[in-house]
């Protein structure tokens, strides 16, 4: 079964830029539509940004022109670019299919953005 490892998050002031990947085990990992989601403190994990098996994307409003979601097949691997980032994006970022998450959730990513 496919799973997924999340990488790339950390400490970053407010302005700034972080790029996060997910990483699968599996190569059929790349026919899928899979999102990053966005899971802050007492909140629902979220979604931020789709792409799908032909690349297009989709992104929420509150991230849109600022994340850029894309895809490397060859590595398996979905990448979120974060620039211009705000205090409200922190939190733990997961990836898994979309819009129903199949995948076995791993173990995420937390993202600190500092004022």
């Known amino acids: 079964q496919v799973q997924l490892v999340e990488s790339g998050g950390g400490l970053a002031q407010a302005g700034g830029s972080l790029r996060l990947s997910c990483a699968a085990s599996?190569?059929?990992?790349?026919?899928?539509?899979v999102a990053w989601y966005q899971q802050a403190p007492g909140k629902q994990r979220e979604m931020v940004a789709i792409?799908?098996?032909?690349?297009?994307?989709n992104y929420a409003e509150s991230v849109k022109g600022r994340f850029t979601i894309s895809r490397d097949n060859a590595k398996k691997t979905v990448y979120l670019q974060m620039n211009s980032l705000k205090t409200e994006d922190t939190a733990v970022y997961y990836c898994?299919?979309?819009?129903?998450?199949?995948?076995?959730w791993g173990q995420g990513t937390q993202v600190t953005v500092s004022s």
């Open positions: 898994n299919t979309y819009p129903n998450p199949i995948i076995q």
């Open positions: 599996e190569s059929i990992f790349n026919l899928y539509t």
């Open positions: 792409i799908n098996g032909g690349g297009g994307t």
